[in-house]
């Protein structure tokens, strides 16, 4: 049987390990923390959880296309819900601004602080877009069996439009 080894048990590297084991691989992770995680690790201290990385559930045609690499639906096991407002941010005057998916709503808002961050917002939705369906796009439709447009997740902005 092949063998590989996987340094670090982030998403990614717990993803490429079961990948390769899909793919037959006798698969070794090795990781310096404690627990798995890396970047998505939580802190649990006095009764509270807190989150230390990622908030949003960002380009979900990935997370789905790698169960379907793995053979599982992504919606047996997620229960995706979507929230609004996603977050808040509290600014040091007291103020706060609730960010959301309604695009509408949330140029209003940002243009409400600075008039003109509409533009800013456009085109950095438009890099975003522009990376997701060349660079980034080209190379995992070169990898997965699936790709990231198999239209697995009807939530994902790029994907419905
Ligand atoms: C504050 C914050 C907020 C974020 N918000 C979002 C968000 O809202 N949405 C989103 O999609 N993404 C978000 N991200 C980004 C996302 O968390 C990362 O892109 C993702 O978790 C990276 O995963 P990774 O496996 O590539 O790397 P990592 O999570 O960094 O994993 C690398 C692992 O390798 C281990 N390692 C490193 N060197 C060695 C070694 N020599 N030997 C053994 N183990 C080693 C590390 O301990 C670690 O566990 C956020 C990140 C942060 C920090």
């Excluded at 380009?59 to 229960?79: K, Q, S």
């Amino acid at each position: 049987m092949k063998r590989a080894v996987i340094i670090g048990a982030g998403v990614a590297g717990v993803t490429s390990a079961a990948r390769l084991a899909k793919a037959g691989y006798r698969v070794t992770v090795l990781e310096k923390q404690p627990t798995p995680g890396g970047r998505l690790a939580a802190l649990r201290r006095d009764g509270f959880h807190f989150d230390m990385g990622p908030s949003l559930f960002l380009m979900p045609p990935t997370f789905a296309a790698t169960y379907a690499d793995l053979g599982e639906r992504m919606e047996d096991h997620l229960d995706l819900i979507r929230i609004d407002p996603t977050y808040r941010v509290h600014f040091h005057d007291g103020t706060s601004l609730d960010l959301t998916g309604d695009l509408a709503t949330l140029t209003e808002r940002l243009e409400a602080i600075e008039p003109g961050a509409a533009i800013g917002l456009t085109d950095f939705l438009a890099g975003g877009r522009a990376a997701t369906t060349s660079r980034w796009a080209t190379s995992w439709a070169a990898t997965s069996t699936t790709g990231p447009s198999s239209g697995a997740c009807p939530t994902c902005p790029f994907c419905s439009s």
